[in-house]
């Protein structure tokens, strides 16, 4: 079992991929190997989710930052299978942000919340076909739209109509406010 652990980690170090070519330039410029560089990093932050003062803030940075980096850089790729994968990982991001907002306050009392939401949202970003994001969403969140998109389709519908009257409506009001206060002057 630690064996296999053991090579499916150093499988990940040698993956070509941001992290790994940031692990590659330490590693040259320390002459620490990059698979000690690597855990030095884990331990650390592992160590502050733990025990550590903001570590919602650090959990939410780690979400949100390498995604987003990852996303703009796929957005200006030729490709399409990495624009999927970050589309992917920001509609699991956003399911999972709105069950957290009626949850968080109760879980976040628990030890090692945020420990775990943190293994979560790397789980669902990591650069493997095995990665959360597109687990969850082929498993739990597409056949949960495919079932409702109907209903979905007609609340945005009629979500967007009503918008749209109101800024008609808001508008209207401005301009006629407007027009109302030359004519006084």
Not at 13 to 37: C, P, R, S, W
Not at 122 to 136: D, F, K, Y
Not at 137 to 151: C, E
């Amino acid at each position: 079992m630690f064996a296999q652990l053991h090579n499916r980690y150093e499988a990940l170090l040698n993956e070509n991929n941001f992290v790994t070519d940031l692990l590659a330039t330490m590693e040259e410029k320390t002459g620490i190997q990059k698979k000690y560089i690597a855990s030095g990093v884990v331990s650390l932050i592992s160590l502050y989710l733990l025990f550590g003062y903001g570590a919602s803030l650090l959990c939410n940075l780690i979400g949100f930052v390498y995604p987003a980096y990852l996303s703009i850089k796929a957005i200006e790729s030729k490709k399409k299978d990495d624009d999927t994968q970050w589309l992917t990982y920001w509609v699991v991001y956003g399911f999972f942000s709105i069950a957290e907002a009626f949850s968080d306050i109760f879980l976040s009392w628990f030890p090692f919340y945020y420990a775990g939401k943190c293994l979560f949202l790397v789980w669902c970003m990591a650069p493997v076909t095995w990665n959360g994001s597109a687990i969850l969403y082929s498993r739990v969140v597409r056949p949960v739209f495919l079932r409702h998109q109907a209903t979905l389709d007609s609340v945005v519908n009629n979500l967007s109509d009503k918008a749209k009257n109101i800024a008609d409506t808001v508008t209207k009001e401005a301009v006629n406010q407007v027009l109302k206060n030359d004519k006084n002057q």
